[in-house]
């Protein structure tokens, strides 16, 4: 089994990379990059589909043969809305900085059904508000299963400092829908003030998989099966981007039922 947690690496340039290969699964790609003002990335997609997350910085995008303008813009992954740039299968993306730049390139399968490449803006997401209490976490959906893609997903979330996430616990991992579907996933976390550090728990119920992690920030963790609670410790906002994709493009979930009392208990 792959390390469940994957460290950022030093510097500039490609700074975080999971594979389907490194990831020991079929599905989810995950790269961070680090890009100064003038640098450019590009890349074909082949046969995946790709979601770009201006994380933090600006830059000027084209993919598909066009040109998107300058996307971005926020300091800091807790301040206000991201922006991204989906990309088809069989198609090419480029992005060039135009000051310092966090950039996501999330991936998966796709078979060009999705129709052409398509600028994400902030005023384009939806929000909303999960949980009570010190379980209360803040969402806001990149490409939701109500946006056309072919099998990825991606959302951002914001946990206040002392608040849970992803929780009470659940898990994805049998394809059984209507009542549960098969999703790997990773987690990419940021921290607020970024000293600060958190965890999170991956575990299956026969206890096949059950690892408990600190946190630090810029830190990537995968879920391959299992449940995945967080928490945030006092004092420091968790920040995570959740990149999903399975055999269909569903989220349908399975509660831990040791803890689904609290859900009665509000």
């Not at 971005?72 to 807790?78: A, L, N, P, Q, S």
């Not at 946990?159 to 009470?168: I, K």
């Not at 299992?226 to 989220?251: E, I, S, T």
Request: proline share 8%; hydrophobic share 35%.
């Amino acid at each position: 089994m792959a390390d469940l947690l994957v460290k950022l690496r030093p510097g500039k340039g490609l700074v975080t990379q999971v594979t389907p290969q490194s990831a020991g699964w079929t599905y989810v790609g995950f790269e961070l990059h680090r890009l100064g003002a003038g640098e450019t990335i590009s890349a074909p997609t082949d046969d995946r589909e790709v979601c770009l997350v201006w994380l933090t910085g600006s830059g000027a995008a084209q993919a598909g043969g066009e040109d998107f303008g300058t996307l971005g813009g926020r300091t800091c992954v807790f301040d206000g809305e991201p922006a991204a740039l989906y990309v088809p299968a069989g198609s090419h993306w480029s992005v060039t900085a135009v000051d310092d730049l966090e950039l996501a390139v999330c991936s998966a399968p796709g078979h060009g059904g999705s129709g052409p490449a398509r600028a994400i803006r902030p005023d384009d997401l939806s929000k909303e508000v999960r949980g009570a209490g010190t379980n209360t976490r803040y969402v806001t959906n990149i490409l939701p299963e109500d946006q056309p893609a072919d099998s990825l997903l991606v959302v951002e979330v914001i946990t206040p400092g002392g608040h849970t996430s992803s929780y009470p616990p659940h898990k994805h991992d049998r394809d059984a829908l209507p009542t549960e579907s098969a999703l790997e996933e990773t987690y990419y976390h940021r921290l607020n003030p970024p000293q600060g550090f958190a965890f999170q728990r991956v575990y299956t119920d026969d206890r096949e998989i059950d690892e408990a992690m600190v946190i630090e920030d810029g830190d990537t963790v995968l879920v391959p099966k299992g449940y995945h609670p967080c928490a945030a410790c006092h004092g420091y906002d968790l920040y995570y981007l959740n990149v999903m994709a399975g055999p269909k493009r569903q989220w349908r979930f399975h509660n831990d039922p040791d803890h689904e009392w609290l859900f009665e208990a509000g």
